[in-house]
């Protein structure tokens, strides 16, 4: 009995040991983009400086700069609202079209599927041309509500598609059930099928929620206004200037950006692995 | 009187509501109804966009100019220009070997961070991390890391003891330079493959392993009679979308090498982009990113039909 | 609980309805409103005395205008699409050789540039090169920077290196840099300021890409040869192969980190360091470009002022042009607050005032020097401009300094500039 519990913690450290390379590849980075944004620039361009230690004293300079000489309070507010639009959008579209796959017999529903699919092929690197002209007859042209109305293209199919692996998990009897009860079909989504696919809801929604918070050229074409543009296209133009990069106040932007998702996820992790369980894998 | 009117004409319109709703309800119906909205939102701003590139491959078109329509030329005027014929090359070794990488790392890792763990959250929150910051700002910090002035990857390795000074010429040199951009790459989709079969590990039910135990197969086995064989869709899948999105990448290689050395780190994304909106000849761009296309919808609909049978 | 959902879900597209509908620009068409699309200035006060101006022209003149700014690199992805779209600002910043590639986009801006002409004198020739197509003013010059050395003074002192006057010269004193530990630093990579460098270098041998014609390939040639050459023994004697990996950053970082000795490049090195109060900044000075047996030539870069054909406020667009341009004190005000980071491009203009506001911008001006655009002395037409964007000099270069011989590497070279002549 003692020599399992041995065994058993012997592995667990065993475990952890062999998890600091992965943290440490993960980690690496993020610890230097940190350390560059919080270094004098003194020190930052002092090419005798140890570049792992911050020695001359940190300083909030660069967050200080960011904050508020640019308009990066605005970009993040842009971002945030679109991010959230965006996401909720195509999460009701997704979500009503992935019932309608996963569940519903009709003409089409098998080719409708597949192109869905066929969407994610479409090269993106030119896309946003002809997009533009789109966005244009809209006459949303500059403005954040292109982007709004444009991320779902990219939402929709994903959300579609992990949804509706998700649906198929749940029991048909549950549902039949409550429609013998006298339920309509959009009663028994609404009260039965949406509460046990929460999980999966909230695993499309982060998925969602991070691919629309690191677009960077529908934003960067679309807008341009400095009320209207979000967070990456601000921090990248401003702090760009020809040939210098401001690496402090960069960086600086790169890990703010980083936060609003971290935060969701620490909240929403446990959620977002059982919702990848049941969905994206059946 | 008058109330008895009220409640004849509500129950009137009920009906009629009733009747709608049983109509909606049904799955002919309701069906259509449903992935409309869905529908139109792909073919008013996929399609349309997408025809249009489909034209542009076909025609002349330069920006801003009339075109016209002059067949597939532009396609085969491509294979005979060293940088495209180098960038076909580049697309399929940074792809390739990107996606074999974090297909055995995020593995590995999975397996690890489905382990017994002190602090689970924490770990499986650090492992996320370069998911979630902005690709736009991450790929500068990794730029900043590989930059032959204050390259903090070589300082360590040479503090370390693993390089000589003054380290590789990351970004200076073919292999160096694909090495990094790959290296890049897999910390960044790392996390997708980690999180996306720690899912899948945690579905395989646990009987399925105790079975194993007791026909004997020690932990080499039981990874690769149960483990493996119900990872597979799981790994279909991931593999499937990773491989598209890796074959489309832009900003790792625009912003850490801009193609170079020599075109030897260009992928199709970059390539296009330079000629198609840099030179302005947006045909040629159009045939650029096009060219695999139809290779990519046989592949990808041979692994979903692949998908479906081991999953239904 | 149904129906509430239903009507929720009625209102929710409503509301989005109503968005669509609002999120057409409303005020525009009604007051006079011109808007107005820039680079980011590398001289970040002349951006913010752009916007004064800006609302000194308002005030003055009753038309309201928006200024925006864009980083260099995404010009390209924003232009185009706003062509594509026939829609966004109605002026634009046009870079360089820009004027050629949007010309059937862009309104015929000669009589602004005659009465420019007229008060200030030519435009300088690289201006004219790139701005005056086939015989129309597509866009207004505005300013322009050039490349030109900028060294180290305080090493070239201690060590008593002569400043180098041709690039010959460059490889002596670079040789000598080099074993100080302070290598010259000239990218070799698929950068912009590689292509400002080989230029120069090719310009000042008597060599070129294409000829006047722009359909005739030159590069194989003597000349080209005797320029590869002088680069392999600069790659191997006065500098690392750092150089190799170079964007277009790293020579001003090298040089104001206290590594590079010598770089050519326009003054925002000197710039950055000075701003940023770094050691370096009182070490660093300038010097006039280098020459070669066939002259004193340099890369420069001029920015124009252009207006979109479906601009929809043409008039009024003008009306700013001449209003910060054509105004002498405006004009003269604006090139100050750019601190010799922005020239102006008219010859009579071209002793400024603001190259007394600091001892170091004293090299800072062309006489003797030829500027050129990128490809010159072809016109910069479509085809030019895929060999520039492909990097088609910086990679035979890259190939001969690594070991390919240099005959084959111009003789690639030649190869991809024919084929993309022709297709």
């Given amino acids: 009995m003692e020599g399992q519990s041995a065994r058993r913690l012997r592995w667990k450290v065993a475990s952890h040991l062999l998890l600091v390379p992965f943290l440490l590849f993960a980690l690496f980075p993020f610890y230097h983009m940190a350390l560059t944004s919080l270094k004098q620039d003194r020190e930052l361009y002092d090419r005798q400086a140890v570049p792992l230690l911050i020695r001359q ?27 959230l639009l965006a996401t909720t959008l195509s999460l009701v579209i997704g979500t009503v079209a992935a019932y309608a796959l996963a569940r519903l017999r009709f003409f089409g529903v098998a080719s409708f599927g597949t192109g869905i699919f066929v969407t994610y092929l479409v090269p993106t690197s030119l896309l946003f041309l002809p997009m533009a002209q789109v966005v244009n007859w809209l006459g949303l042209g500059d403005s954040k509500w292109s982007l709004v109305v444009t991320y779902p293209t990219f939402l929709v199919p994903f959300c579609t598609w992990l949804l509706m692996g998700y649906f198929r998990t749940v029991p048909k009897e549950v549902e039949e059930c409550a429609m013998v009860d006298g339920a309509t079909r959009i009663q028994a989504l609404l009260r039965i099928v949406l509460p046990i696919a929460v999980p999966g809801l909230v695993c499309a929604a982060l998925f969602a929620f991070t691919l629309s918070w690191n677009e960077f050229i529908y934003a960067l074409t679309f807008t ?16 760009i200037r020809g040939d210098v990069y401001f690496w402090g106040p ?33 | 009187m008058a109330v008895g009117n009220v409640g004849v004409a509500t129950v009137a319109r009920r009906s009629l509501r009733v009747r709608v709703r049983e109509l909606i309800d049904r799955e002919k119906i309701l069906g259509p109804v449903f992935v409309t909205p869905a529908l139109l939102l792909l073919v008013l701003l996929v399609a349309y966009p997408f025809a249009m590139a489909l034209y542009f491959s076909v025609s002349n078109a330069f920006i801003g100019r009339p075109s016209h329509f002059i067949g597939v030329q532009n396609f085969v005027n491509l294979w005979q220009s060293d940088a495209f014929r180098q960038t076909f090359q580049n697309a399929f070794v940074f792809t390739g070997s990107a996606v074999a990488i974090k297909l055995v790392l995020g593995i590995s890792l999975a397996l690890l961070l489905n382990q017994q763990l002190w602090f689970k959250r924490a770990i499986r929150g650090a492992v996320l991390l370069p998911w979630v910051i902005p690709t736009a700002l991450s790929t500068l910090g990794w730029w900043w890391m590989f930059s ?38 897999v910390w960044r989709g790392l996390p997708f493959f980690a999180i996306t079969i720690l899912a899948g590990l945690v579905s395989i039910p646990r009987e399925l392993y105790e079975a194993a135990e007791a026909d004997g197969a020690g932990p080499v086995g039981r990874f690769w009679y149960v483990t493996l064989p119900m990872l597979k869709p799981v790994l279909a899948i991931v593999v499937l979308f990773s491989t598209i999105f890796t074959f489309s990448d832009f900003n790792i290689v625009y912003v850490l090498t801009h193609g170079g050395p020599i075109n030897s780190t260009h992928l199709f994304a970059t390539l296009a982009r330079q000629i198609g909106l840099e030179t302005g000849r947006i045909a040629e761009g159009a045939a650029i990113s096009l060219y695999l296309f139809p290779l990519l919808v046989f592949v990808v609909y041979a692994q979903l039909k692949f998908v479906r049978k081991e999953v239904y | 609980m149904e129906p509430i959902s239903r009507r929720r879900f009625l209102t929710t597209t409503a509301g989005l309805a109503g968005i669509l509908a609002a999120g057409v620009p409303p005020a525009r068409g009604q007051q006079r409103e011109i808007s107005y699309l820039a680079w980011n200035n590398f001289a970040p006060a002349s951006d913010k005395k752009l916007a004064e101006i800006g609302q000194r022209f308002t005030k003055d003149t009753g038309i309201k205008i928006r200024i925006d700014h864009i980083a260099h690199a995404q010009q390209a992805a924003k232009y185009a699409s706003e062509v594509q779209s026939q829609a966004g ?28 002409e007229k008060k200030y004198g030519k435009v300088i020739s690289a201006g004219y090169e790139t701005a005056h197509v086939k015989g129309v003013w597509r866009a207004v010059p505005q300013y322009h920077l050039f490349f030109l050395a900028t060294y180290r003074e305080d090493l070239f002192k201690k060590a008593g290196l002569p400043v180098p006057d041709t690039w010959e010269d460059l490889y002596k004193v670079g040789k000598e840099l080099k074993k100080m530990g302070h290598p010259v630093g000239i990218p070799i990579s698929q950068n912009y300021d590689s292509i400002s460098t080989a230029g120069p270098v090719l310009w000042s041998l008597g060599g070129m890409e294409i000829d006047k014609d722009g359909k005739t390939v030159r590069i194989n040639s003597p000349q080209t040869v005797e320029m590869v050459e002088w680069y392999k023994k600069m790659f191997r004697d006065c500098m690392e192969p750092e150089v190799l990996s170079w964007n277009d950053a790293s020579n001003n970082e090298s040089i104001t980190a206290g590594k590079a000795g010598w770089i050519h490049n326009p003054i925002s090195a000197y ?6 109060k770094m050691v370096t900044a009182d070490g660093i000075n300038h010097h006039r470009s280098l020459a070669g047996p066939q002259g004193r030539h340099d ?29 002498k004190e405006v004009y003269d005000e604006y090139i100050v607050s750019g601190d010799a980071f922005n020239l102006p491009v008219y010859t009579n ?29 072809a016109p910069p037409s479509d085809k030019v401009q895929q060999i520039t964007n492909l990097f088609v000099l910086p990679n035979m270069i890259a190939k001969a300094v690594t070991g390919t011989p240099t005959k084959e590497a111009i003789a690639w070279a030649e190869n991809e500039m024919k084929r993309m002549l022709a297709g």
């Fill in chain 1, 57 to 83: 004293g940190p300083t909030l300079d660069h967050y200080q700069k960011l904050l508020w000489e640019s308009a990066f309070l605005t970009w993040t507010k842009n971002s945030l609202l679109v991010t």
């Fill in chain 1, 224 to 239: 341009s206004s400095s009320d209207q543009i979000t967070a990456s296209v601000g921090v990248t133009s401003e702090l």
């Fill in chain 1, 250 to 282: 960069l960086m600086a932007g790169a890990i703010l950006g980083s936060v609003p998702i971290v935060v969701l996820y620490v909240f929403f992790l446990d959620y977002y692995v059982s919702g990848l369980t049941a969905g994206a894998l059946k």
């Fill in chain 2, 148 to 185: 032959s002035l204050y390259s903090v990857v070589n300082w360590t390795g040479i503090a370390v003891g693993i390089m000589d000074p003054p380290g590789p010429n990351w970004l200076g040199q073919k292999y160096y330079a694909m090495t990094a951009v790959v290296a890049v790459n």
């Fill in chain 3, 89 to 116: 600002h109605d002026l634009v910043e046009m870079r360089m050789h820009f004027p050629w590639l949007y010309e059937p986009q862009l309104v015929d801006v000669s009589d602004l540039v005659a009465d420019l």
């Fill in chain 3, 271 to 276: 710039l950055l360091a000075r701003n940023k």
């Fill in chain 3, 299 to 327: 890369t420069d870069v001029p920015r124009h002022m252009g207006i979109w054909k479906f601009s929809k406020n043409i008039e009024a667009s003008k009306e700013w042009i001449r209003y910060l341009l054509g105004k």
């Fill in chain 3, 349 to 377: 203009l071209q002793d400024h005032p603001v190259l007394k506001t600091d001892p170091k911008f004293a090299a800072v001006k062309p006489e003797g020097v030829q500027l050129h655009a990128y490809g010159w002395p």
